[in-house]
């Protein structure tokens, strides 16, 4: 089993947590929750948003759905938020598309949203912060960890 500094942080914090591994491609929540054969209401994506000023959020959201923009402005309250290139995304996380996780940039300064239909969920699905490692944790745990806050960010995608 893969461990980085995603696994070892969760197991310093006691955060109950089950990983798995995947291949090592990029693939979309969906085929992810297939793989796993789990429920693909369970599997979240991050998605990098950029605002006019300040750092980069994380929006972390069904794996279905689609990053809703200006829901995500209005929870924050900014005028605008922007969905960068797949690269530019790379280069302000430090980490490749298919593996952006928020618990692996915790301590980078990125604001993490988690869209407010994990509230309906025990247990959700995020990168492990690289392609081919998948982690499972509580909602409760996510929260306590990323300090991040629910809102409406996304809506089914079409």
Avoid at 14 to 40: F, N
Avoid at 106 to 112: E, P, T, V, Y
């Amino acid at each position: 089993m893969v461990v980085n500094n995603v696994i070892r942080f969760l197991q310093a914090r006691g955060v109950p947590y089950q990983a798995y591994e995947l291949p090592a491609e990029k693939l979309s929540a969906v085929e992810t929750a297939r793989l796993l054969g789990v429920d693909p209401r369970l599997v979240y994506k991050t998605i990098v948003l950029e605002r006019e000023r300040g750092k980069p959020i994380l929006a972390v959201i069904p794996g279905a759905n689609r990053v809703d923009l200006k829901g995500v402005a209005v929870a924050l309250g900014e005028k605008k938020v922007f969905l960068p290139s797949e690269k530019r995304a790379e280069q302000l996380t430090g980490l490749q598309a298919g593996g952006i996780s928020p618990l692996a940039l915790l301590h980078k300064g990125f604001q993490i949203l988690l869209d407010e239909e994990a509230r309906h969920l025990e247990e959700i699905h995020v990168s492990g912060g690289q392609r081919g490692l998948n982690i499972r944790l509580p909602v409760r745990s996510f929260l306590e960890i990323t300090g991040a806050q629910m809102a409406r960010l996304s809506v089914p995608d079409k």
